[in-house]
Structures are given as C-alpha cells and as structure tokens.
C-alpha cells in the first residue's frame, strides 16, 4: 500500500529546517518552531523525516553538502594563498547575507564537530598540497595552519552572528591573511602575474 501522498514539498520543508536550526541552533529550536518554519503538522514532520535529532541530522548534512561546493571551488585554485583569500572572502560575503542567517550553522553548532573535522581535513590536505607544489614553506606546520584557518573561520562566523559588517568580518580575514606564511621568492616571482 503506497500510502497518502505527502501535502508538502519535502525539500522546500527541509530548506526551512536548515534554516530554522542555522538561525536558532538545535538545542533551541522546538518541534512547534520547525512545524511553524516548515509549513507542515507534526505527524507530517515525524512520517517524513523522522523525529527532531534525525531532521537535524539531514539538515545539516544538505548544509553541509552546500559548504563544500564552495570549499571544493576555493581548493581548486592555483596556489595555497589564493585558497585561503578566496575562502575568507566568501565567508565574509555569505556570512553576513542578508538572505540568510548570520554566520555559520556548521561553525557554531556544537553538534557539528565531525563536519568541523571534514573541513580540517580538506584544508590540512591543500596545505599539504601547497608545501608539495613549493607555494608554502617547506618547514610550514600544515596541521597547525589548518587548525588557525578553522579558528578564523569559526571566528568570523561569531563576529557575523553578532551583529558584524561584512566589513568587519574582511578585515579578520585581512589579518589574519598576514600571518600567513608568504611563497617562497620563487614561487611568489612565478605566480605574481598570475592575478
């Protein structure tokens, strides 16, 4: 028997959720608040996604999922300086959208510690990478760097949260891009017409 089809768009419901959980975080955010964002009834809720832990569970990996495009897109580029300028800039830019809750729900969810781990780990491994390719010092504490990256990251998400400027948040990452190590005088010469 398939049962009555749903009333509801699932993944609009669920994009509520991310939001609810983003804005308010898990511990604060009731089942009534997430039937109130998600436009359905309770048993709607529970027959779609199961109960509050489990939607939190799939929202935040969708979250998640989004986070790591724009991760995915800023390792990409040439060297390690511009990964790490690329992702400040956009988490200043998408941390303080006015389109969406201030900050980060994967940087200042308490819950969130494997994710936090995952982002740790793309970025030690481009820092890896960086030192390999002759773009960071071949001494650089890539493990440690990593680690400072998250902190800053973490950091202006809180700023975001609040109340800071896109401003403010730029110029955290301007400071903090200037404890990053510099290329190598070879490599700085190589990449310097580069953009």
């Known amino acids: 028997m398939a049962g009555r089809p749903r009333s509801f768009d699932r993944d609009a419901a669920l994009a509520a959720a991310v939001e609810q959980f983003w804005r308010a975080g898990y511990e604060e955010t009731s089942v009534a608040a997430l039937t109130a964002a998600m436009g359905v009834s309770p048993p709607s809720l529970y027959a779609a996604f199961g109960d509050k832990h489990r939607l939190f569970e799939e929202a935040s990996a969708t979250y998640f ?10 390792t990409s580029l040439p060297t390690a300086h511009e990964v790490v300028s690329r992702m400040f ?8 959208d006015a389109a969406t809750p201030p900050g980060c729900l ?13 982002l740790h780990r793309r970025l030690l491994e481009r820092l890896d990478r960086g030192v390999r390719d ?15 990256l998250v902190a800053v990251l973490r950091g202006m998400s809180g700023c975001a949260r ?20 510099a290329p ?10 580069g953009g």
């Open 106 to 118: 994967m940087l200042t969810e308490p819950r969130l510690t494997a994710q936090r781990e995952e």
């Open 162 to 181: 609040d109340g800071g400027t896109r401003d403010d948040l730029l110029a955290i990452a301007e400071t903090a891009m200037a404890a990053f190590p």
């Open 89 to 96: 800039a956009d988490t200043a830019r998408a941390h303080t």
């Open 134 to 148: 002759g773009d960071l010092p071949p001494g650089t504490r890539t493990d440690a760097l990593a680690s400072f």
């Open 65 to 74: 999922r989004r986070t790591c495009e724009g991760i995915d897109a800023a």
């Open 184 to 193: 190598s005088a070879d490599q700085g010469v190589a990449t310097s017409t």
